[in-house]
């Protein structure tokens, strides 16, 4: 019999719903048929914790006196974005320090989620309104109006593995790539990944309630790069890059246990995001998609050495956990660039707020588009639309 | 008992086989490690000798004789385990087997296994890693 979230959060509220992560229900699942399992089981937490690029934080850092209109902004050395109006700013997590190529926007996040001190730099051409022309001062997030994060692209459903088949070390943001296929990197955490628990997104749309960084966010759109056009396997499972949410939390309230800026040689910043999104056991259907398998969920290899980093190879993320695939005959090592332990740790964290009547599940205020591909971008001699 | 040296040669010493002189006369098990020797240039070998004590005094003392520098591995890989997140990206890197993520998926360093081949300070995200 299907359940409805109101039904859910009744249970949640009363201290009776039944909640595990998504590891444990897909365990539990050799065990029961989907329609025991959603019978029995109301919420299955997902999470990740990776190196998420597409992300970044929105700031007002408060009027000056005499006003200024902030058109070149400064933190720690890393440019911020100046168009929005005199003292809103994004500041994104791969901008890097024009001091230091291993500092960027994803530390000034986290130093200021860690309460310190960070030093604001602005200049305004002067106007009659804001006639101040520059500002130098230090600010914190208590000094700050909003400080919250706004992340375009994040939790993959799904992401290609990589390899090198060429004859350099290669470093990318997929970790250090040896030559001759001499590794092979992932990034996903598998059955416990959020988007591959509820690949249709039946229950995943805007509005949806998640933990971001520690605390409590939302999905606010569908993520940049949306795709429902990658190839799927037998199990509906996307076999490369696909659906993507965007997301928004308090900063203020957030831990750097759950987010952390990360510098990848040669490449730059990024920033690794925790999040979690819980998944109401609606019905049989559901349970099945939740009952998915490390074995079950496929991914490509590919290529980074060849121009459009081309498909050499499908795995699956059991054979990637081994440690080892065999590529070409021969048997490559593996590693995650995602971690599993943090993404277990907030899996459980969601799942201890929900039992303890902290955390209710929301149902879609709308949900993402069904047909959806990415563009590349083209070369164009000049603009024909008026 | 084992021990570990870096082994530097002059260009005049490079086609010596001091290697099976080694094994033969001082009945050591020798695993290298990390090397770059080449013809013309001299060169260096990480090495880890594994015999008794008098055995690997007196080889150390054979190579210096003969003109090759032995200095006991004194460098090591420093790792900040605290600031660790697990993601395991170090261990795509580490042919060695000092890195590897146990059950729990927890990252776990042996520096007994590690060849002080420093790619891991390149490939931690977190830059935790370093030469001391």
């Known amino acids: ?386 | 008992m084992k021990r570990r040296y870096t082994l530097r040669f002059s260009p005049q010493l490079v086609n010596k086989p001091f290697v099976s002189k080694l094994v033969k006369s001082y009945d050591l098990e020798i695993n290298i490690l990390n090397g770059d020797v080449a013809s013309g240039r001299g060169g260096m070998l990480v090495v880890e000798f594994e015999g008794t004590a008098e055995h690997l005094k007196e080889a150390a003392d054979w190579l210096e004789n003969g003109g090759v520098t032995v200095s006991p591995m004194s460098k090591d890989i420093l790792f900040d385990k605290e600031k660790c997140v697990e993601c395991g990206a170090c261990t795509a890197v580490c042919s060695s087997g000092a890195l590897t993520l146990d059950k729990d998926a927890r990252l776990v360093y042996d520096s007994n296994e590690c060849v002080l081949c420093t790619l891991c300070v390149r490939a931690c995200p977190l830059q935790l890693f370093s030469i001391a």
Request: some cysteine.
């Open chain 1, 1 to 386: 019999m299907a359940k409805s979230v109101s039904e859910i959060n009744e249970k949640i509220k009363n201290g009776s719903v039944v909640v595990m992560t998504a590891e444990e229900f897909t365990r539990l699942s050799q065990e029961k048929s989907p329609e025991e399992l959603a019978k029995e089981v109301d919420v299955v937490t997902t999470a990740t914790f990776g190196p998420m690029c597409s992300s970044g934080a929105v700031i007002n850092f408060g009027h000056w006196k005499p006003g200024i209109r902030m058109e070149e902004i400064e933190i720690n050395g890393v440019d911020c974005y100046e168009g929005l109006a005199a003292v809103d700013s994004y500041i994104g997590a791969t901008a890097e320090s024009r001091f230091d190529c291993t500092y960027g926007g994803a530390n000034v996040i986290q130093d200021l989620i860690d309460g310190k001190d960070v030093h604001l730099h602005a200049r305004g051409k002067g106007t009659d309104c804001y006639p101040t022309k520059e500002i130098d001062t230090w600010i914190n997030k208590n000094t700050v109006n909003e400080f919250y994060l706004f992340n375009p692209r994040n939790a993959y459903q799904n992401y290609a593995a990589a390899t090198n088949s060429g004859d350099s070390i290669m470093y990318t943001y997929m970790g250090c790539l040896l030559p001759h296929e001499g590794n092979v990197t992932y990034s996903t955490s598998g059955e416990l990944s959020p988007l591959l628990n509820d690949p249709e997104m039946r229950t995943i749309g805007i509005g949806t309630r998640i933990f971001l960084g520690g605390t409590v966010g939302y999905v606010v759109w569908n993520g940049t790069q949306f795709n429902t056009m990658t190839e799927k396997n037998d199990h509906g499972i996307p076999l490369g890059g696909a659906a993507t949410i965007a997301v928004v939390g308090n900063a203020k309230e957030m831990s750097t246990e759950y987010l952390r800026a990360a510098y990848f040689h040669k490449y730059g910043v990024s920033f690794f995001i925790g999040l979690g999104v819980p998944i109401p056991v609606l019905d049989a259907d559901m349970a099945k998609r939740l009952a998915i398998s490390n074995k079950e969920i496929e991914t490509a290899v590919c290529d980074y050495s060849k121009s459009g980093h081309p498909s050499i190879a499908r795995t699956n993320y059991e054979a990637l956990r081994s440690g080892f695939i065999t590529l070409d005959g021969v048997k490559v090592r593996t590693a995650p660039m995602a971690s599993l332990y943090k993404a277990r740790v907030i899996a459980k964290e969601l799942q201890s707020w929900i039992k303890e009547g902290k955390f209710l599940l929301t149902e879609p205020v709308a949900s993402f588009p069904k047909q959806s591909f990415v563009k590349p971008l083209v070369a164009k001699e000049e603009g024909g639309a008026k």
